[in-house]
């Protein structure tokens, strides 16, 4: 099955998203960050869903807040860790009222970030002592894990993406959680997850760490519930329409065109161009 973002379109509000979606026969639909906040979206979420018969998935920054707010669950900041987690507390009880019985959400950062580099070049300038930061981490996603069963909600994780930007302002320290095949492996024997996997995200970390893209995909591949995906550079993720010859697509047709894997497209861009990543994707699974 594959999901669309609402990100895909950069429009204001979630109703704007969807209408737009309802419009072009897209009902399979990925609850995503970019929308702004306004005081009708549960209701708008439950009539487009009721009306239109859609599917909802939930990933991460969605429902958007008031104030925008850093979620980082494993920070080491009490105050972010605890909106963190009040953020998934309350996104649980919309998913349950919207009938959404799928939520994935991102691994933490090692290093504090403010509101302002969201999206953009991180300072590092406080960095959390590595083995508390993934306690916390631990200790919030099995709180969140268990708040979802209880709900019958499906819970996934999401690999980061670590570009050299960051590296290199990090001092080639890298700073984020769940980066790598490796780092999947460190976490995973911790505390088994669903792993969703952003192949944009993998492309270019990849090639950050001076990895073997391909390599990494194949040492993942058994473990993969549900995929993202997204055409890039390899330097920075710019989230770009699919292109039909590229090593991103490449390796999802060599590794994950299996029809029982969700996906989510994350192309930027106007519906024509998202339907045309999508039917590259379609061809990929015939």
Same mark, same amino acid.
């Given at each position: 099955m594959i999901y669309i973002s609402t990100s895909c379109i950069q429009d204001?509000?979630?109703?704007? *998203?969807?209408?737009k979606y309802v419009q072009a026969g897209i009902c399979n639909i990925e609850l995503s960050g970019g929308t702004q906040y306004y005081a009708c979206i549960e209701e708008d979420l439950c009539l487009y869903k009721e009306k239109y018969n859609l599917n909802y998935a939930c990933h991460a920054y969605f429902p958007?807040?008031?104030?925008?707010?850093?979620?980082?669950?494993?920070?080491?900041?009490?105050?972010?860790?605890?909106?963190s987690l009040q953020h998934y507390r309350k996104c649980i009880k919309l998913l349950r009222k919207i009938e959404c019985r799928t939520l994935s959400i991102h691994a933490g950062f090692f290093s504090e970030i403010t509101v302002e580099e969201i999206g953009n070049r991180l300072s590092g300038r406080i960095v959390y002592d590595e083995s508390r930061a993934v306690e916390r981490f631990c200790q919030a996603y099995m709180t969140?894990?268990?708040?979802?069963?209880?709900?019958?909600?499906?819970?996934?994780?999401?690999?980061? *993406?670590?570009?050299?930007?960051?590296?290199?302002?990090?001092?080639?320290?890298?700073? %984020?959680? %769940?980066?790598?095949?490796?780092?999947?492996i460190e976490l995973y024997n911790r505390m088994p997850f669903k792993l969703l996997l952003d192949l944009g995200h993998l492309y270019v970390t990849s090639g950050t760490l001076g990895l073997d893209f391909k390599e990494q995909c194949k040492k993942l591949?058994?473990?993969?519930?549900?995929?993202?995906?997204?055409?890039?550079?390899?330097?920075?993720?710019?989230?770009?329409?699919?292109?039909?010859?590229?090593?991103?697509?490449?390796?999802?047709?060599?590794?994950?065109?299996?029809?029982?894997?969700p996906i989510t497209l994350e192309t930027h861009g106007n519906i024509e161009s998202i339907s045309q990543s999508k039917k590259i994707l379609e061809c990929c699974n015939v």
């Open positions: 204001k509000y979630i109703r704007e *998203v969807l209408a958007p807040h008031e104030k925008e707010i850093v979620i980082n669950l494993a920070s080491c900041n009490n105050e972010i860790f605890a909106a969140i894990s268990k708040l979802c069963e209880q709900n019958g909600i499906d819970l996934y994780l999401e690999n980061n *993406v670590l570009n050299y930007q960051n590296y290199h302002a990090f001092g080639e320290r890298n700073l %984020l959680m %769940l980066t790598d095949y490796d780092a999947f591949q058994p473990y993969v519930c549900w995929l993202h995906i997204s055409q890039n550079n390899g330097l920075s993720d710019q989230h770009s329409p699919l292109q039909r010859e590229s090593c991103i697509v490449d390796a999802y047709k060599m590794f994950f065109s299996d029809k029982s894997i």
